[in-house]
């Protein structure tokens, strides 16, 4: 292409993004105009305003930092579940029980994958009752088959010349795996598990909107009650994990970096 | 005798044993207190009362609801996610590209060369780049769950939140492209006395416009599935259709709903990808 062309496509796509959103709007019929300003604006900047000042009494700090513990640990725990889930659905789903398990372990990979974490919370909350368990159940089905398929991947990739040399030798199929396969794979493995971790954290702070316990629950109920300077406490505490989650993770991935891993 | 059996060789230790088991141990003491936080605790899946409950509902699954009133509710919500997560990110376009242009640097007069009043431009930049990060960093559920208490169940809900949220994605995004994009033609301009617009309108902005298509086309993508999740704290669509039948624990209205979001993720996906093959 000649540098001076001028080139269509983006504006193309572009302009079929536009007429998308009109005929959105037409389809929404809401009154966006109407919705922003005269009477319903000044009870929006009236609902804004009651979020000012955050509650800062001692006993609210307290509950919230409990419901930030609670976040944390549901991503934890629901990550470890899911590289679990991950590790042992990825043997069948990169082959190596046999062709037939293959594509049925690919299907529930996919299956476990295609439903967000906050539906599979919703289901969670009925089997196993609302509370922090319940979130750290449904990310560990979502990320399950995230980890799965990423792991299968890796699998696949990996050099089979350490596990054939220790089946040669006679070592059985399991600790073959587990000398020959494992030391290779693991490295990425925790990658992608950090990877998912951090992603993770970000989740548990809303999959309490369905009663999965954490600072989502807490959210909901304040703001369900209307107590607003509480969401709002509860509002700061999710910008600061997130935060501090991004500040972490950037200073981990450049020191990985760094040291070759 | 040619093979020694297994048994009578001395059994050889595990040259990794210690690390192993030491980095077990160390994991397992770490996420203990997170155990323990998590209230983990797989006995309460098999409560019978919350067997019972799982078990009714997982029951109804199939068959799927296939009534014809059923099937244009599901048709008309699968719209209205469509709807809301294009009107979405339209609105977030629009809110989100003046932002970046104002807080990007390749058009600052300032790096050109001393001039009057260019204490002003950091000055302006820095609060709008705060705007930007609070608008990202609340997550859009959050924004959502906010529209919803503020101007009521629905769509418009939705919409709000997704401009919200996704105005702040895109304007740092947006900013990083016009960055990283060749800023020589911007300065040249610059430079040779032109103002700051026509810098931006010849300079900047035909370099940069696929990778802003691109990326904007992406973000529909991931605003059709935000959306659909949005639903679930009533900001309209297929997910607030969906909360509704598992409320009422009606199993073969969810199958039949979730079936039709796997559908529009697959369509907006394949959408989305050919759109951004096209670009690039």
């Given at each position: 292409m000649?540098?001076?062309?001028?080139?269509?496509?983006?504006?193309?796509?572009?302009?079929?993004?536009?007429?998308a959103?009109?005929?959105?709007?037409?389809?929404?019929?809401?009154?966006?105009?109407?919705?922003?300003?005269?009477?319903?604006?000044?009870?929006?900047?009236?609902?804004?305003?009651?979020?000012?000042?955050?509650?800062?009494t001692?006993?609210?700090?307290?509950?919230?930092?409990?419901?930030?513990?609670?976040?944390?640990a549901?991503?934890?725990?629901?990550?470890?579940?899911?590289?679990?889930?991950?590790?042992?659905?990825?043997?069948?789903?990169?082959g190596?029980?046999?062709?037939?398990?293959?594509?049925?372990?690919r299907?529930?990979?996919?299956?476990?994958?295609?439903?967000?974490?906050?539906?599979?919370?919703?289901?969670?909350?009925?089997?196993?009752?609302?509370?922090?368990?319940?979130?750290?159940?449904?990310?560990?089905?979502?990320?399950?088959?995230?980890?799965?398929?990423?792991?299968?991947?890796?699998?696949?990739?990996?050099?089979?010349?350490?596990?054939?040399?220790?089946?040669?030798?006679?070592?059985?199929?399991?600790?073959?795996?587990?000398?020959g396969?494992?030391?290779?794979?693991?490295?990425?493995?925790?990658?992608?598990?950090?990877?998912?971790?951090?992603?993770?954290?970000?989740?548990?702070?809303?999959?309490?909107?369905?009663?999965?316990?954490?600072?989502?629950?807490?959210?909901?109920?304040?703001?369900?009650?209307?107590?607003?300077?509480?969401?709002?406490?509860?509002?700061?505490?999710?910008?600061?994990?997130?935060?501090?989650?991004?500040?972490?993770?950037?200073?981990?991935?450049?020191?990985?970096?760094?040291?070759?891993? | 005798?040619?093979?020694?059996?297994?048994?009578?060789?001395?059994?050889?230790?595990?040259?990794?044993?210690?690390?192993?088991?030491?980095?077990?141990?160390?994991?397992?003491?770490?996420l203990?207190?997170?155990?323990?936080?998590?209230?983990?605790?797989?006995?309460?899946?098999?409560?019978?009362?919350?067997?019972?409950?799982?078990?009714?509902?997982?029951?109804?699954?199939?068959?799927?609801?296939?009534?014809?009133?059923?099937?244009?509710?599901?048709?008309?919500?699968?719209?209205?996610?469509?709807?809301?997560?294009?009107?979405?990110?339209?609105?977030?376009?629009?809110?989100?590209?003046p932002?970046?242009?104002?807080?990007?640097?390749?058009?600052?007069?300032?790096?050109?060369?001393?001039?009057?009043?260019?204490?002003?431009?950091?000055?302006?930049?820095?609060?709008?780049?705060?705007?930007?990060?609070?608008?990202?960093?609340?997550?859009e559920?959050?924004?959502?769950?906010?529209?919803?208490?503020?101007?009521?169940?629905?769509?418009?809900?939705?919409?709000?939140?997704?401009?919200?949220?996704?105005?702040?994605?895109?304007?740092?995004?947006?900013?990083?492209?016009?960055?990283?994009?060749?800023?020589?033609?911007?300065?040249?301009?610059?430079?040779?006395?032109?103002?700051?617009?026509?810098?931006?309108?010849?300079?900047?902005?035909?370099?940069?416009?696929?990778?802003?298509?691109?990326?904007?086309?992406?973000?529909?993508?991931?605003?059709?599935?935000?959306s659909?999740?949005?639903?679930?704290?009533?900001?309209g669509?297929?997910?607030?259709?969906?909360?509704?039948?598992?409320?009422?624990?009606?199993?073969?209205?969810?199958?039949?709903?979730?079936?039709?979001?796997?559908?529009?993720?697959?369509?907006?996906?394949?959408?989305?990808?050919?759109?951004?093959?096209?670009?690039?």
């Amino acid at each position: 292409m000649n540098r001076g062309a001028f080139v269509w496509t983006p504006w193309a796509v572009l302009g079929g993004l536009l007429a998308a959103a009109a005929v959105s709007f037409a389809y929404l019929g809401v009154d966006f105009v109407a919705l922003l300003s005269g009477e319903s604006a000044r009870q929006m900047a009236a609902f804004a305003a009651g979020f000012y000042p955050p509650d800062a009494t001692p006993e609210f700090l307290a509950r919230a930092t409990r419901g930030a513990a609670e976040t944390l640990a549901i991503s934890a725990v629901g990550t470890l579940l899911a590289a679990l889930i991950g590790a042992v659905l990825a043997l069948p789903a990169a082959g190596r029980w046999g062709a037939v398990l293959k594509p049925l372990a690919r299907f529930g990979l996919n299956f476990l994958r295609a439903i967000p974490e906050l539906v599979w919370a919703a289901f969670m909350v009925l089997a196993a009752g609302l509370g922090p368990f319940a979130g750290s159940l449904a990310l560990a089905l979502h990320t399950g088959g995230v980890l799965g398929r990423l792991f299968a991947e890796t699998l696949e990739n990996a050099p089979r010349a350490p596990t054939q040399a220790l089946r040669d030798a006679g070592s059985g199929a399991t600790a073959a795996f587990f000398y020959g396969t494992l030391p290779v794979v693991l490295p990425q493995y925790v990658s992608y598990v950090l990877y998912r971790w951090e992603y993770n954290i970000r989740m548990a702070a809303v999959l309490g909107f369905v009663g999965a316990g954490g600072l989502g629950q807490m959210l909901y109920v304040s703001l369900s009650v209307f107590k607003t300077h509480e969401a709002s406490t509860l509002i700061l505490w999710m910008i600061a994990i997130v935060a501090v989650v991004d500040v972490l993770s950037a200073w981990l991935r450049r020191f990985l970096g760094r040291s070759g891993a | 005798m040619s093979a020694t059996p297994a048994a009578a060789l001395p059994a050889p230790r595990d040259p990794a044993l210690g690390r192993r088991v030491g980095l077990a141990v160390a994991l397992a003491v770490v996420l203990w207190p997170a155990f323990e936080i998590a209230e983990f605790n797989p006995a309460t899946l098999v409560e019978p009362q919350n067997l019972e409950m799982m078990g009714r509902f997982l029951g109804t699954f199939f068959p799927m609801a296939l009534g014809a009133d059923f099937l244009a509710l599901v048709w008309a919500s699968a719209l209205e996610t469509l709807a809301l997560a294009t009107a979405g990110i339209a609105l977030a376009i629009v809110l989100g590209f003046p932002l970046a242009v104002l807080v990007s640097e390749s058009l600052s007069v300032a790096r050109v060369g001393p001039g009057r009043r260019a204490w002003l431009g950091p000055v302006l930049r820095t609060p709008i780049r705060a705007l930007l990060i609070l608008m990202r960093s609340i997550p859009e559920i959050v924004w959502a769950l906010l529209f919803v208490r503020a101007v009521g169940l629905g769509p418009a809900a939705g919409v709000l939140a997704i401009a919200i949220n996704y105005a702040g994605m895109l304007g740092k995004v947006y900013f990083e492209i016009f960055e990283a994009g060749d800023t020589r033609p911007a300065r040249a301009i610059l430079e040779a006395g032109g103002g700051r617009t026509s810098a931006f309108f010849y300079g900047i902005l035909p370099v940069a416009v696929p990778e802003l298509v691109s990326y904007s086309v992406y973000r529909w993508e991931c605003a059709i599935r935000a959306s659909v999740v949005m639903g679930f704290v009533g900001a309209g669509g297929l997910g607030q259709q969906m909360e509704l039948s598992m409320r009422m624990l009606a199993g073969g209205e969810v199958s039949t709903m979730l079936v039709a979001f796997l559908l529009l993720i697959f369509v907006a996906d394949t959408v989305s990808a050919a759109l951004r093959r096209l670009l690039v």
